[in-house]
């Protein structure tokens, strides 16, 4: 078929009748590779629920043979426990910073105007 022969209109009518025949066909694929597997399931004695739930058993089994699980964690022993203030603005005693976190702004302006961190230090 020279696809360059045909217009734009005919090239999308033949996309829209190539897609539904796509569709249409692993539709029909689907349906018949069920059916074959439910006769191999069935002659072997068991429902087609019975193996993928075993199957499902063994894939969850190997993955997490493969790949050590991530242990979920519970809150750290230091969480929400209070920190001292390490810096404290020069001129305005109310702003301090635990330095822990991102710098607060008051932070990146001292630094941004030649300040550092050891003149803000406070004393230990």
Same mark, same amino acid.
Do not use: Y
């Given at each position: 078929m020279d696809l360059s022969s045909l217009t734009l209109a005919d090239l999308r009518r033949l996309q829209g009748r190539i897609e539904s025949e796509i569709t249409r066909r692993t539709s029909s694929a689907r349906k018949d590779l069920l059916k074959k597997v439910q006769k191999l399931a069935a002659e072997a004695g068991m429902s087609l629920d019975d193996l993928m739930a075993g199957e499902a058993a063994e894939a969850t089994?190997? /993955?997490?043979?493969a790949s050590p699980a991530k242990k979920t964690r519970g809150k750290s022993?230091?969480?929400?426990?209070k920190v001292p203030a390490k810096y404290r603005h020069p001129e305005?005693?109310?702003?301090?910073?635990?330095?822990?976190g991102r710098k607060p702004k =008051?932070?990146?302006? =001292?630094?941004?105007?030649?300040?550092?961190?050891?003149? /803000?230090? /406070?004393?230990a």
């Open positions: 089994k190997k /993955i997490s043979e022993k230091t969480a929400g426990v305005n005693s109310d702003l301090a910073w635990t330095g822990r =008051w932070v990146e302006d =001292w630094l941004g105007t030649g300040g550092t961190m050891e003149q /803000i230090q /406070i004393a």
